[in-house]
């Protein structure tokens, strides 16, 4: 046999992790690893509901894409480096992508990360990786505990765009104790092959939360959100959305009667968004005085040919609440909207993260609650009209939207698992 082929098959070993007999400490660790932002957010959700069922819990974090923002207002240690790479973690997309993060940094970061986790190898006893089976293979090879593993990348619902292939059920099978997928189908099929699976929700929509916020629009005035994405790409793809502001601002049968909310997330820059507006029509940014920046306003951006955009820090939850359509360029956010009931129109952008390749495997994935249209401002704004004269339409695909994708309460169901998960840890060391 050639000596490549031996390491290759003694480096495969070292996947099948038994359980931790190193002896019984007083506090339980748990390692959380996450590679990417709606990864970190999900994380954290189980990461509170674990907290309070186990306050004598150690909990720590190592985001391995980005800062690891969503871990900040939770009281956990957070590991790593915490670096935001050009690619943002989509380097499967394009070679290209992977180049450019060579080129930043990238590899003296991952080394790193890799360091972190062989120090955590001695300190803690169960490892819960949220993202793909990249983060489980690093686990077995460098930390060699136990592993909980949700697989939010995938589903089988995505035939032949985003299943699992069958050495990452393989892999899956070797490393995990129990896994936990995004949707019933993929947690038969992961079982059909023998992993230990089982479907209790899908903690994304955990994530959001509704205080009842109205953004200052009356009960029944039309509302179109705006998700322009978490990645610095959306700068480059905003003027396609500007432009279907006004396109629908034009429309006679709408104009002056749509109100449109944009969900500006941490990562982007308010100031930077209102450059890229004021290149692209002149719009014109204002910022909120104070007391309406409780509600969640904190800026309007303002064209000279009519329509206004609100724009929105956090009350996420809200503003999905409050809209009927949702214009998204986002992962996670137009999973969660297509979740509350609200279509989403999308478009291929630049960038790394919403390619059509993506479109239309998360298509797929929300059941058809997507509609995929050029990236032109005029094919945006007539879907959105169509959408919003079509109440019929929209309450069908809200039906569609809220069947796959489940209500809240899975981020509870999860942590008490991980519960179990350690309470069998601790016996099997007495």
Not at 295 to 307: E, Y
Not at 422 to 428: D, P, R, V
Request: glycine residues 10%.
């Amino acid at each position: 046999m050639p000596l490549a082929k031996k390491k290759r098959r003694r480096l495969l070993k070292v996947h099948a992790v038994p359980i931790a007999s190193s002896g019984k400490k007083e506090r339980k660790t748990v390692l959380f690893l996450s590679n990417g932002y709606a990864e970190d957010l999900i994380a954290a959700s189980i990461i509170q509901k674990l907290a309070n069922e186990v306050p004598e819990i150690k909990i720590k974090a190592l985001p391995l894409v980005g800062e690891g923002k969503a871990y900040e207002p939770l009281r956990i240690l957070i590991l790593g480096p915490r670096k935001i790479t050009p690619s943002a973690g989509f380097v499967g997309v394009n070679p290209f992508y992977l180049a450019r993060d060579i080129t930043s940094g990238w590899l003296g970061w991952f080394k790193d990360e890799m360091d972190v986790l062989r120090a955590e190898r001695s300190l803690v006893d169960t490892v819960v990786c949220v993202g793909d089976v990249f983060l489980i293979l690093l686990s077995s090879l460098f930390v060699k505990k136990p592993i909980v593993f949700l697989p939010t990348a995938k589903s089988d619902h995505a035939k032949g765009l985003k299943e699992h292939y069958r050495i990452e059920k393989w892999l899956i099978k070797r490393t995990c104790r129990l896994v936990l997928p995004r949707d019933e189908l993929t947690a038969h099929s992961l079982q059909n092959f023998g992993v230990r699976a089982m479907f209790v929700g899908n903690v994304m929509m955990d994530c959001l939360k509704i205080t009842g916020e109205d953004f200052g629009i009356e009960k029944n005035g039309y509302v179109v959100g705006i998700l322009p994405g978490s990645k610095s790409d959306a700068y480059d793809n905003f003027p396609i959305i500007l432009d279907a502001v006004v396109s629908i601002e034009k429309r006679a049968s709408f104009s002056g009667r749509v109100h449109f909310l944009l969900a500006l997330p941490a990562s982007l820059s308010l100031e930077k968004l209102g450059g890229v507006a004021s290149r692209n029509g002149e719009w014109k940014i204002t910022e909120t005085i104070p007391p309406r920046q409780e509600s969640g306003l904190i800026a309007h951006l303002v064209s000279p040919q009519g329509p206004i955009i609100k724009i929105v820090g956090g009350k996420f939850g809200d503003l999905l609440n409050r809209s009927q359509v949702i214009v998204g360029l986002s992962g996670m956010g137009n999973e969660q909207a297509v979740g509350m009931g609200r279509p989403v129109v999308s478009f291929s952008g630049r960038g790394p993260q919403i390619s059509w390749h993506f479109l239309q495997a998360q298509r797929e994935l929300l059941a058809g609650a997507i509609s995929i249209v050029k990236p032109e401002g005029e094919a945006v704004a007539e879907e959105v009209c169509s959408l919003l004269d079509d109440p019929k339409r929209r309450e069908r695909l809200a039906r569609m939207g809220k069947e796959r994708m489940g209500g809240p309460g899975a981020a509870g169901r999860i942590a008490h698992l991980i519960k179990k998960e350690i309470e069998e840890l601790i016996n099997s060391l007495v």
